[in-house]
């Protein structure tokens, strides 16, 4: 057997790592994963700053090249290269205004959604389950301005979504697979009972995914931790 033309470096458990997975299983491109965490020696030699995810790719037409990708969204468009179809992109003349305001989504979820809701609340909530230490009016306590930050990007990101279905409705894009894992995540903590009932119709239809359900395994929506 042939090895994967493709190898993502990163733990299941990072979301940006689960974009990326979500894409290469939704468009079928066969990869190997790497389950390492941020800033370890495999992470050093594939990232400059260590960060999670690389995609390898190892072939390119033909030829033995083994680059290395890194940046989620630099890695988006090399998949949308290699397979175009299925397309994760707005169809012209869907309601969007432009097919541009998918990226603009994209993008607040890359760079607002992560802090406003991993580093806010997801990962002190996580820390503190797992330490067991705090009460939990200790815990609400010190997640307080994190919460309020949350609540701004859950309903900036609801103001861009259509009212049903998907992010931009019918039609499936990259903007749904960047912000699915950041409210996987917040599904998996006390606070998921700020998140709205479209957003909680979302999420159960993402859920029906082949995709979705193929890269649960090792995430925090499935209760895991990261492995070393
Ligand atoms: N700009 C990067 C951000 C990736 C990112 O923040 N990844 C997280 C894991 S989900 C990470 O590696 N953090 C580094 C750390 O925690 O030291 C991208 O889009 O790929």
Redesign the pocket.
């Known amino acids: 057997m042939t090895d994967p033309p493709y190898t993502l470096i ?1 733990t299941a458990f ?4 689960r974009t990326i997975a979500l894409g290469l299983q939704y468009k079928k491109l066969k990869y190997s994963q790497i389950a390492t965490k ?2 370890t020696r495999i ?1 050093q030699e594939a ?1 400059p ?5 690389t995609l390898i790719i190892h072939e390119i037409d033909g030829k033995k090249v083994n680059v290395k990708l ?4 630099a ?1 988006v468009r090399f998949i949308d290269r290699v397979a175009p179809e299925p397309s994760l992109h707005v169809q012209v003349g869907s309601d969007a205004v432009m097919p541009e305001k998918m990226w603009e989504f994209v993008s607040f979820a ?1 760079s607002y959604g ?1 802090p406003m809701i ?1 580093h806010t609340v997801v990962k002190p909530r996580v820390k503190a389950l797992d330490e067991g230490v705090l009460s939990e009016a200790e815990v609400q306590d010190q997640i307080k301005a994190g919460v309020v930050e949350l609540e701004r990007y859950l309903a900036v990101a609801e103001s861009l979504m259509a009212p049903d279905g998907f992010v931009f409705g019918e039609q499936l894009t990259w903007a749904d697979f960047f912000l699915f894992p950041l409210l996987a995540d917040l599904r998996a903590v006390p606070e998921w009972r700020l998140v709205s009932d479209r957003l909680k119709r979302w999420a159960a239809q993402m859920d029906t995914l082949d995709a979705v359900k193929a890269t649960a395994e090792g995430t925090l929506s499935v209760g895991a931790r990261p492995l070393d």
């Open positions: 990163g990072s979301t940006f790592t941020p800033q992470a990232h700053f260590a960060y999670l995810p890194r940046e989620s969204q890695i890359a992560f991993e």
